[in-house]
């Protein structure tokens, strides 16, 4: 069979066709009486062969030395394959999400285009001090902020980006609580401690929402963020904060503050009371919870307590009862 009619029956070009000549890919068994090329079905076959391996992303190179290899072995090519195809799936995944980035600024000119660029390199640079001063610079891209902090694992810089949306105010709300949706524990923590620094009712309503988070973590996060602002739905997981001795005075104070209304205070000493029968350690805890907290009900509690059977929480409790 002729080049022409090879290229018309494969769909290989004759200028490919003779490249793979050139090459020694393909080289045609036989000629013509007149020096034409002739390609018998085994080259035929082993042009599909060529192109089949092309289809692959395989070099021309790479198919030469997998064609004249007889211990070949197909299974390390394709994971080799996969490695690099999945590489340059990530490359482009970047390159999508830092369009789609630029996209989201709506730059004016090139001049904005620019801008957010430089932002862009800055906050995804792999040293943490250049992604902290890009933080810090003044910026109004305050998604590109909220994307960042939340993928963001150094301190330092987290706080610097937190910093910089707090300043920005509410503006990156969207995106955080996005991050809250996200099946990464690590992103739903970030994002809640980002959330916990911006104003406003819209935010202390996201911060409500992640009370009921899988993650202790978060839930614990989003507690002392929305008790401080007065949600009282934070109480079971502050009071669970108590108990278990995580960040308990820090949860203790949200708690006293809370029990300003007197309906809140009774029934958050409720809660308290029913910690007591847990070891010494949660008694004591309780005790010094109670401490914080105003009026009659928690001195009452905190009497009782000295009573304790256990002689430290008797006297802790004392103490505080006495201090009040």
Do not use: C
Not at 265 to 292: M, N, S, T, W, Y
């Amino acid at each position: 069979m002729l080049i022409g009619e090879v290229a018309r029956r494969s769909g290989v070009s004759t200028r490919m066709l003779r490249h793979y000549d050139s090459l020694g890919l393909v080289r045609p068994t036989g000629r013509t009486v007149g020096g034409y090329r002739e390609y018998s079905e085994a080259d035929i076959r082993r042009i599909f062969h060529v192109e089949g391996l092309r289809s692959l992303g395989m070099s021309l190179r790479q198919i030469g030395q997998a064609l004249a290899d007889p211990a070949f072995t197909p299974s390390t090519l394709v994971g080799d394959l996969i490695r690099r195809t999945e590489d340059r799936l990530k490359r482009e995944q970047e390159l999508l999400e830092r369009l789609r980035a630029i996209d989201a600024s709506e730059p004016s000119g090139w001049d904005g285009v620019l801008h957010v660029v430089g932002l862009l390199h800055g906050l995804d640079s792999p040293d943490p001090s250049r992604r902290q001063r890009a933080a810090l610079a003044p910026v109004e891209d305050v998604p590109l902020l909220a994307k960042a902090v939340l993928s963001e694992a150094n301190p330092n810089v987290a706080g610097a980006l937190r910093w910089a949306l707090a300043r920005a105010g509410a503006d990156g709300l969207a995106g955080l609580a996005a991050g809250l949706r996200s099946d990464d524990v690590d992103v739903r923590r970030r994002a809640v401690l980002a959330i916990a620094e911006l104003p406003g009712d819209e935010a202390t309503a996201v911060l409500a929402g992640a009370l009921a988070d899988p993650d202790p973590a978060v839930r614990r996060h989003a507690a002392l963020a929305a008790g401080g602002r007065g949600t009282t739905a934070a109480v079971p997981v502050l009071v669970g904060m108590v108990a278990d001795g995580t960040n308990d005075v820090e949860a203790a104070e949200v708690l006293g503050t809370l029990a300003g209304d007197a309906g809140l205070g009774e029934r958050i000493v409720h809660a308290l009371a029913d910690e007591l029968a847990g070891p010494p350690a949660v008694r004591i805890r309780v005790a010094q919870a109670l401490a914080e907290l105003p009026g009659t009900a928690a001195q009452d509690a905190l009497r009782r307590l000295g009573d304790d059977e256990d002689a430290a929480v008797a006297l802790i409790a004392s103490a505080l009862a006495g201090e009040r």
